[in-house]
């Protein structure tokens, strides 16, 4: 009886070690900024969609913007456009648990 009593003080601590909740982020997020191409100034306002989730979200006047919502780890093509500037598209592989920036230079029309 005692070795049982014993051994139950030895393993009982070691299950509730090994029941640890871990939490793993699978998310991914996609932050950047968008210049004009010949000045080097933000672009306020320029319009950034991701596909195929179909997302979008605005610059800032700093030009910056990001996805703030936890994207799902895809490949992912997001165009960047703004009035009077042509479009530009990039194309990126977002990976498990990690952040991707990406930069778009737009020249105007």
């Known amino acids: 009886m005692k070795k049982l009593f014993y051994l139950a003080l030895i393993f009982l601590p070691l299950l509730f070690v090994s029941c640890e909740k871990r939490i793993i982020n699978t998310g991914v997020t996609l932050y950047g900024s968008v210049y ?5 100034n933000p672009i306020q306002g320029a319009t950034l969609t991701l596909q195929p989730s179909g997302r ?3 610059t800032g006047s700093d030009g910056a913007f990001n ?3 936890d994207l ?3 490949q992912y093509t997001i165009t960047a ?3 009077g500037y042509s479009a530009d598209r990039k194309t990126v ?3 498990p648990g990690e952040s991707s ?3 778009f230079s737009l020249r105007k029309n």
């Not at 004009?36 to 080097?40: K, P, S, Y």
């Open 93 to 95: 592989k977002l990976t």
């Open 56 to 58: 979008s979200c605005y």
């Open 81 to 83: 456009q703004a009035p």
């Open 67 to 69: 996805f703030e919502e």
């Open 36 to 40: 004009d191409a010949d000045t080097f």
């Open 72 to 74: 799902e780890p895809l």
């Open 101 to 103: 920036e990406v930069t």
